[in-house]
T-cell receptor
Framework: KQEVTQIPAALSVPEGENLVLNCSFT??????LQWFRQDPGKGLTSLLLIQSSQREQTSGRLNASLDKSSGRSTLYIAASQPGDSATYLCAVRSNDYKLSFGAGTTVTVRA | GAVVSQHPSWVICKSGTSVKIECRSL??????MFWYRQFPKQSLMLMAT?????????EQGVEKDKFLINHASLTLSTLTVTSAHPEDSSFYICSARRQGQSNQPQHFGDGTRLSIL
């Protein structure tokens, strides 16, 4: 069974600082890995999708890397803003097409 | 804009009531939809996979008779929580995958907060 862990559980940084969010998974036989953003009481917004054959994906200030062999992914958010405050979830899609989620990292960016 | 619509967004009802939640893909066909449950400050847990025109596949520990899933069309799946009790109170989220695009992201609804009194 795939286990997904996100560290840290919570993070508070001053505005402008770069954010580094970590995700690890136990079974390297994955199809892809997806990073989501969840605002309080809301659903999920997809941020980045990395296929198993890729090493990284970039979108604006966001960059996600994937090291499948070591079971790790990192989400970098450059020059953080208060609007980046949210919970960030990592989800791994296994080859049976199911998504396994981490518990998330709750980010607070202080103005 | 949203590509998956979930309704209602919030339900408060008495214990013993059955509650139906709808999940619609707005501009694409989805042969497969997924239903998740999320407790406060915890991760999403997959409850079941909804397949159009066939029976849903439930995850281990999820009661089929308690959580009825119907996927009667390529754009609509429903989850009915039967005879709901306070322990069923949770945040329920659906997602859908575009037909024929298995390597693309799943799209999620905004979730339904269910509170059973």
């Amino acid at each position: 069974k795939q286990e997904v862990t996100q560290i840290p559980a919570a993070l508070s940084v001053p505005e402008g600082e770069n954010l580094v969010l970590n995700c690890s998974f136990t079974d390297s036989a994955i199809y892809n890995l997806q990073w989501f953003r969840q605002d309080p009481g809301k659903g999920l917004t997809s941020l980045l999708l990395i296929q198993s054959s890729q090493r990284e994906q970039t979108s604006g200030r966001l960059n996600a890397s994937l090291d499948k062999s070591s079971g790790r992914s990192t989400l970098y958010i450059a020059a953080s803003q208060p609007g980046d405050s949210a919970t960030y979830l990592c989800a791994v899609r296994s080859n049976d097409y199911k998504l396994s989620f981490g518990a998330g990292t709750t980010v607070t960016v202080r103005a | 804009g949203a590509v998956v619509s979930q309704h209602p967004s919030w339900v408060i009802c008495k214990s013993g009531t059955s509650v139906k939640i709808e999940c619609r893909s707005l501009d694409f066909q989805a042969t497969t939809m997924f239903w998740y449950r999320q407790f406060p400050k915890q991760s999403l847990m997959l409850m079941a996979t909804s397949n159009e025109g066939s029976k849903a596949t439930y995850e281990q520990g999820v009661e089929k008779d308690k959580f009825l899933i119907n996927h009667a069309s390529l754009t609509l799946s429903t989850l009915t929580v039967t005879s709901a009790h306070p322990e069923d109170s949770s945040f329920y989220i659906c997602s859908a995958r575009r037909q024929g695009q298995s390597n693309q992201p799943q799209h999620f609804g905004d979730g339904t907060r269910l509170s059973i009194l």
